[in-house]
């Protein structure tokens, strides 16, 4: 979805987002998300405002996503919240013998035509808000190491107490002797 910087009023533009369309677009080929299927449609709201010197992007997107939990293995459906909030400046197409450095903060980005990608901005936020270790529930108790099922489950009948691992012994000696 691109959008004209012409076509930004001095108002600013409200664009609010219902969930059919592709706030994506082509963009999600480019991420490569192992084990992440991504709905590119999302629900969400974004406000762009403009200045003389810099475009303001702000608002939050939800896309939908099924995800592989790091630590059973199973797929489950998620939604990932998604914030944008950074300043877009504008600039001019530089020559090839000359190049002037321009100073950028972290949440400031420079594009040297008329349009802003927003499929893009949300893209690449989603990137980042992607969780590292996604968890299908907060207290998921993970495969068994012995049988290899989900810890609890019928297919594991395992016992899993707690301090049976005997690379521990010592330890525990040494901290039962301490209490003492």
């Not at 810890?151 to 594991?156: A, R």
């Amino acid at each position: 979805m691109k959008i004209r910087i012409d076509d930004i009023p001095p108002e600013g533009l409200e664009i609010d987002f219902d969930g059919s369309e592709n706030l994506l677009g082509n963009w999600l080929e480019s991420i490569k998300l192992s084990d992440l299927d991504v709905n590119p449609n999302g629900r969400g709201h974004i406000r762009i405002d403009r200045n003389d010197e810099e475009i303001m992007i702000s608002g939050d997107v939800e896309i939908s996503a099924v995800m592989l939990c790091s630590r059973c293995l199973v797929r489950f459906d998620s939604s990932i919240p998604v914030s944008v909030d950074m300043k877009v400046k504008q600039g001019a197409k530089v020559d090839k013998d000359y190049e002037q450095e321009l100073e950028l903060g972290e949440d400031e980005i420079l594009i040297l035509n008329k349009e802003i990608d927003l499929s893009e901005l949300i893209a690449q936020e989603l990137s980042l808000s992607i969780p590292m270790k996604p968890l299908c529930k907060n207290d998921c108790p993970g495969l068994c190491p012995e049988c290899g099922s989900i810890i609890g489950s019928e297919g594991c009948s395992c016992s899993h107490e707690s301090g049976s691992d005997p690379r521990w012994e010592k330890l525990a000696a040494l901290k039962s002797r301490f209490n003492n």
